[in-house]
């Protein structure tokens, strides 16, 4: 992680400064408003780019920093993103409006006739609605059909600043180093995306043939389904991931869930195991044996490929369990402590299967029963370090509801365990 880590800011730090040096050594503006607008502009649209590397789902970077991490990344990229071209368009309005004298009101107009700045200020409008849409307070609000839909445009605005850039001579072909720089990072950028979000998936769906083996109940509102398909033996997936799945037939083909491997891979089947939250999850039960799949990933860096110690610690929450599940049966050893958090004990899912595989490698289980509101939290750091006094020399991970992990890893600072040593997952794609 640490070394993917290195290498994605060794790529942002080095095109920074390209673009400084372009910045400095294409000339000035003709006034200095329009100077500081080039600026923010050039900034921008390796912003735009950066936003297309962290979506690209590429698997050397997805594997060692994970897909929740970097979209993390990318809501916050965005956010500034949006500043940086809102000041950009400000700035060339009143720069020109002092150019030409006259208020920015007319200058807006008048630019709005160029096709350049025309395609420059469509892209910045859909940026401006794609932020407004993505602020928590109505995020929260918007069906994810719609939110997703609405997020698409991205790609249009995309294609538009690309066009935008390109008949800006001052800053796409200020010089030949200029021109290749900029064209070499465009077609980087869309090669990633088209690659990791489409030839990829298309592809190994082609290949692969994935199709339904079998739907198992494993409670009143968990179902677990297994997946098979051909030479599922070189598919790169490991216990800890997550897919992005869609059945046809079962929901619309845009609509698709992330659900983490209940069970290690073992090359002949993948099982996913979900509960009943939604209409989609919910519908999971009645599907048909030998139905299509259509699977992307797998996804994540919740893995043992981070392991940096010997023992671990496992902390699931909830359909948390799904991963932690999976990560037991790649532990060879008896150094292994797993706590799982539930309401009650009727709702711990797949906890027969999971004391079994404790069980067979001498560990520990602790099931922690409860709602927080009835007593203190069993996650507060006096609570942790009395359940596993020697956490600081394990691995631990995380994985359940956004609450019950913030409030992990917070103990988990408290106690000073190594940021190393800490691995959660984060569900959900927006």
Known sequence: MVAARRALWTFVIL???IVEVLFLTAGTGQNGVLTVAKFFGLHAAVQMLFQLLLVARLPWLDRR???DRMTVWHRWVGFTLLWAILTHAVLIVLGFARLGDTSMTKTFFSLAGVPASLLGMCAAAIVVVVAAVSARY??????YEIWHGLHLLLYVALGLAFVHQLQETTTFSSSAFAKIYWWTLWLFAFGALVTGRIIMPLWRNAYHRFEVAAVVPESDDVVSVHVTGRHLDRLPARAGQFCIWRFPGHN???LANPFSLSAAPDGRTLRLTAKAVGSASAGLRHLQVGSRAFVEGPYGAFTSLHRTRPGVLLIAGGVGITPVRALLEEEPSGDVVVLYRVRSENEAVLADEVRDLIAARGGKLHLLTGRTAEGSSPFEPDSLHALVPDMTERDV??????AMTAAVLS????????QRQVHAERFGLA
């Open 397 to 402: 991970y995380v994985c359940g509801p956004p």
């Open 411 to 418: 103990s988990l600072r408290t106690l000073q365990v190594p």
């Open 138 to 143: 109505v995020r929260q609000r918007l069906r």
């Open 15 to 17: 095109n920074l400064v």
């Open 252 to 254: 619309r083909w845009w």
């Open 65 to 67: 920093i994970g897909m």
